[in-house]
């Protein structure tokens, strides 16, 4: 599995990460082997939040925009929980390029992630950097954060890998995605996986260097994510894939 720097920092951390959310409903010997079989993939990124196993685990990053935010009082608490030891690096999930900039002007700490929702059928951060110029219909509602992020050495981390909408549903197997489906059917009997490995394989394959946040608790699942390390897709692949959900080009 590649490895990639976590944005400034020195954390060589793997291009899938195992996401925690769903660990606090796993029976303990379940999510014990799903740890494991983790780690044998060479996955050795945890994601989690003050939410997570009852809010029994850590908070890691500053989650969603709060609308009476005080930007002084975020550097405050980063510079005490960094000069405690508790906290040695911080980022934001959910965040646009400005609502980072607001934090940056305050704050002593590198931002060195962003965590957003991101898919094959929930790909609006890319898409909307083909539509410069085309009307209102194609605006662009994220404020170019994908470009933003790599421009500041922020690594995005992409959460809901499967999902369309928001939390709408997966799009694997569903009829809503019968092209989406039989494209990734397609090119995963090419390259002997599955369609969960070419799906995450797709996001994989931007030069972005976006670290995958899956969230599954499912060992046979697990596998098949981890896969999609060993396929690398062609750039006529990745295209086939951005239009069969759905997406266009100008």
Known sequence: MKNYLIGTSDILASEIALGCMRITNTPYDNAIRIVR????????????????????SEILLLHRPDALVEPEEVAEAFSILHKSGKVRHFGVSNQRPMQIELLRKYVKQPIIANQLQLSIA??????????????????????????????????????????YGFFSGIFLDS?????????????ADEH??????????????????IQTIVGTMNLKHLEEICAASDVSLSRKEWYGIYLSAGNDLP
């Open 175 to 187: 009829s809503l995605y019968e092209d989406l489906n039989s494209k990734l059917q397609e090119i």
């Open 37 to 56: 079989s983790a780690l044998d993939h060479q996955i050795n990124f945890f994601d989690h939040a003050d939410i997570y196993s009852s809010g029994e």
């Open 122 to 163: 929930h790909a609006n951060m890319i898409g909307s950097g083909f539509y410069v110029n085309m009307g209102q219909e194609h605006a662009d509602r994220d404020g170019s954060v994908l470009d933003y992020c790599r421009l500041h050495d922020i690594t995005v981390q992409a959460w809901s890998p499967f999902q």
């Open 192 to 209: 002997h996986t599955t369609k969960t490995a070419i799906a995450i394989a797709w996001l994989q394959r931007h030069p972005a260097h």
